[in-house]
Structure formats: C-alpha cells, structure tokens
C-alpha cells in the first residue's frame, strides 16, 4: 500500500474545535516554516468558522490572514472548508455569489476546498463543485457522516458515488461528532475503495475516545488522507494527535514519512498559544476529556463549547445533561439531519429553548422554522409533522426544489450597496455572507492603525445571548464558536 497521507488541522478545526476559533494569525506565523517543512498532503487553515471569528472578533481580514499563509506556506498545499450554498455563513447565497468565492479563494491561495451539505443533499453542492473545478481548485466534497434510521452504510457509498459523477478529485467521510466507531470505519473504507476510484480522506474527532482507533482501522482499509492536529491542540473535541498516529507506521508500509523532529518543536510553540488561549478564558477544559456520551447524544465537538456558552448566557449550567438528551428528540422531530454547522446550531439552539422554556417547542428560532419548511434542502428522514405545522403554520408551504434556485442574483447588489467602502472585490464577498459584521470591521479597519489592530477582550468576546423578538420568535446569534465542528 502506499504511505498514508496526512492533513493537519492545527490552523483551523483544532482551535475551532477546542478554543472558539480565537487564534490569530501572529499565533501561526512563528510555526509556519517549520509546518511547511514537514511533509503534509495539506494544511487545512481557513474557512469553516475562521472568517466569521476574525471579522467578528480578532480584528483581522481574513482575506489577507489567507494571503499571509499562502506566503509562509509556499511548500504545502492549503485547504479550507466551505459550506456548500452556505459558503462560510449560515444561509444559502445565490449561486452567483458562489461562484465569486470560489474563484477569490483560489486566487488568494486555496488549493484544496472541502465542501459538505448539513443534510447531504447534493443539490446544495452543485454550484460549489462546479466553480471549484472552473476556477482549478482540488474538489472534495464530503459525506457529513451521522448515525439514523435513515444513514446506512449503503446510503453513504451511494452517495459517494453521486459526488464522483460530479466531479470529485477525493472524498471525504467527515465524521463531526467522532461517531463513526473504528469497525464501521473499516467496512465503510473498504468498500468505498473498491466501488470508487479517487482518494478517499478521513475526518474524524476524538471527542468519545475513539477517534485514534477508528483512523488506524481506516488506514488498515486502505483510507489514502487522514485529518489529525498537533498535539498542543489535538484529542478531546479536536481530531486524534498527529505524532502519536506518525509514530505507530513508522517503519510499516502505511508509513507517512512525516518528520517527528519538525513536529515537536512546532508542537512547542503551539502548546504556548494553547496556554494563552486558556488564559483568555476561550478554551475550556470540559471540551478537552473523553465523553462516550457523544455516541448517544451525537452532538459534534464544537458544538459543545458552543452549548455551554449558551447556558451560560442564561445561566443555565446545570442544564447541560437536560439539554444533551434533548438535542436527539428534537433531531428525530427534524428529520434527522446530520449535526454540523448549521444544522447542528439550529438543533443545539432549539435544544436549549425547549429546556430552558420548561415547555417543548414553546418558541422556534427563525432557523428552525427555515430547516423545517425545506430553506436548507431536503430533511433525510420523515419530520414530525405536528412540530412542523406548528412551526410554520398549518398552510405553511415547503420548498422541495434546490432552494438556491429561489435566489435571484446578489452579488450585483452587494457590489452596488458597498460602493464607496469595499477596497476590493474580496470586501463585497466578506460582506455578502456577514454584513453588519464586515461593516464594523470595515469601520474600524479606516480608523488610526493603532486602533484597528486592537483585537476584543476575551469578556467582549463572550457570545451573545439569546433575545427574543417582538413576534417570540427566539434567536440565538450565529457566531464563530457555533462550530462545525466540522
């Protein structure tokens, strides 16, 4: 066989995972030339929540945080992760819109770009692969791998298949919420080797414990590219440790031939940004043990700090347990979507609302009635028609086509309504997907250097409440720590 390919998650998911996202780019840099020396298939260091977090909250473009590692990675490829009609935020934009992203990675230095559909539905994946391909992007669409009624090991090979027909360059099994058990693991690589043939790319977390074992039996099966994190911020709610997996094929013929010494001095420097991270109060030790509960409950890695902010918020700790055994009831009523961003905030959110209610589905955020009457695509599973009706309406209409071909345009207007303030074309597209974020940022960014490069105190960082408008309809606000996890 030959030797095992290895991403490194350290500049995106790892942080995103473990620490709301918060690292900075003067965080990276003094690692950065020992990472491109290593040897990884790819550095994945931008999209998933990153854009949303540097806008919001660290006071940094993140079109030039992109520019910046493209200079001081100019050996190793970089890969983002991108969510389908979402891009980078939680809505669909126009395909347009789409397209514009696409190609403005690309030309800022992304290589490799992941796309995944919160449900799976490949309609919501078309525009993306397609720009991916036209502007010369690696295209990897993903199977966000969950456990239902309605998720078999079948279900995802036929759909590995479609997403090949597309277009794909690999495949990734992105497995959000380390559900998928090291066996399964086995059994789902095997086939999918034999049935298709471009690589296939394993994303997992270590967030039951499980994470190590199921990458080694996916390596046994033959897996060709496996996500891992540097150990500073490797394990727990992030993906299983890279060295430990380097280290175990050594010598074997799945050996990565990555270099350990490289690591670890990049691993020193990372374990000081970890202390500094905990210092600030945005990485919270509870996402860094093993809680097999996970298997249960299926809630992603990031998605738990997410929740414990909320509760927070609303001081509410102790529901945490409550609110974990409500997350699968509310899926179940939703469909079973699988849980990552959005879908996993949308029903972590409404979770939390029917505990701290006392009353199921007493209030619906805007996000859950937009999941419910078809906005995000197609549910997989059969949804529970009472909650549906009572969430929009008893003539409430469901869209069952692509709902991107709803949108008209939008880039035009985004163009037209920054006139005068974007710089740049990459301005437009920041503001497209966050506006009275990147308008904030934007504001800022024209004031005295000094006072724009001021990142927010880790207590103005804290998320925002939920706050319940004048029609009761509760919102919880969509911000970088509302996490993939992926």
Known sequence: ???????????????????????????????????????????????????????????????????????ALPHTKLQMLFRGQNILGYKHYADDVVEQFCRKAIENGIDVIRIFDALNDVRNLEAAIKYTKKYGGWCEPALSYTISPVHSEDYFVKLAKELVQMGADSICIKDMANLLLPYAAYNLVKRLKAEIDVPIHLHTHNTTGTGDMTILKAVEAGVDIVDTALSPMGNGTSQPATEPLVATLKGTDRDTGLDLNKMAEAAKHFRGVAAKLKQEGVLDPKVLSVDTN??????????????????????????????????????????????????????????????????RYKMFTKESKGLLAGEYGRL???????VRRKAIGENGKVITCRPADLLEPELKKYTEELKGIAKCEEDVLSYALFPQVAMKFFENRDKKPEAAAQPQSAQAQAPAKASASDNGDVRVLYVEDLTENM
């Open 380 to 386: 997989p599973g059969k949804v529970n028609e009472s």
């Open 1 to 71: 066989m030959a030797k095992l390919l290895v991403t490194d998650t350290i500049l995106r998911d790892a942080h995103q995972s473990q620490a709301a996202t918060r690292m900075r780019i003067e965080d990276m840099l003094p690692a950065c030339e020992l990472l491109d020396s290593v040897g990884y298939w790819s550095l994945e260091c931008w999209g998933g929540a990153t854009f949303d977090s540097c806008l919001r909250f660290l006071n940094e473009d993140p079109w030039e945080r992109l520019r910046t590692l493209r200079k």
């Open 294 to 359: 996970t298997l249960m409950y299926q809630v992603p890695g990031g998605m738990l700090s997410n929740l414990i902010s909320q509760l927070k918020q609303a001081n509410a700790e102790d529901k945490y347990y409550e609110v974990l055994a409500e997350i699968p009831r509310v899926r179940e009523d939703f469909g079973y979507p699988p849980l990552v961003t959005p879908t996993s905030q949308i029903v972590g959110s409404q979770a939390v609302l029917n505990v701290i209610s006392g009353e």
